[in-house]
């Protein structure tokens, strides 16, 4: 029996799921040169050549793409962080409630070049919330460009990380409803932005 070299699972808005296994490493290169993560969600389609049929998927019915397996693709991540992984909401808490990275955030923000860690949690449209942990070199920013850095992730046509249980997910960012950013800026930030209270 061929060793699997590559397991795709598509993620559909109607929740439904279809996993294919890849045992050719000249297929597996295929396909990732079809789901390069800059361009996956781009096209109108994506089709999948499969042992009895050709099929093609509507690439605005995709929410993400996991991808496992020995032909796991190494992609450069967001904005050139250093990594971008998946984390439990347990992590996460715990994390963000023992304030060191608020406090590593204030001091990042005066010294650039220093490591800077912090969270981005990714709210899709079937109701999944998503954590990353998103290890990056700290830039000195004014207001205008952390808005635009924001905007800029939310206009991307996709955005991917390392999964907790190895392989990497791609989100088709047109089914992300919220973006939001752990810590925030430091309070004495000259960010302009929408002052609220979720309730």
Known sequence: MAETVLDVEFQFVNGVRERFSIDSLEAARVLIDHLKSDKV?????????????????????????????????????????????????????????????????????????????????????????????????????????????ARQLLNSPSLHADRIDGGLMLINVAHVTRLAFYPGPPKKSDISTLSATRR
């Not at 995709?62 to 439990?88: C, F, H, L, N, Q």
């Not at 963000?96 to 608020?102: A, F, K």
């Not at 912090?118 to 205008?144: K, N, Y």
């Open 41 to 149: 969600f781009l096209g109108q389609s994506l089709i999948v050549s499969e042992q009895n049929c050709l099929a093609a998927y509507r690439t605005t019915a995709i929410v993400r793409i996991d991808i496992s397996g020995p032909g796991t693709p190494k992609w450069p991540y967001m904005r050139g962080a250093k990594s971008v992984t998946e984390v439990t909401e347990e992590h996460f808490e715990s994390a963000l409630n023992d304030g060191v990275l608020t406090k590593e955030r204030v001091l990042a923000s005066q010294q650039p070049g220093l490591r800077q860690e912090g969270f981005t949690v990714l709210h899709l449209i079937t109701g999944q919330r998503i954590i990353w942990d998103v290890v990056t070199a700290s830039t000195e920013m004014v207001a205008i460009d952390a808005t635009q850095a």
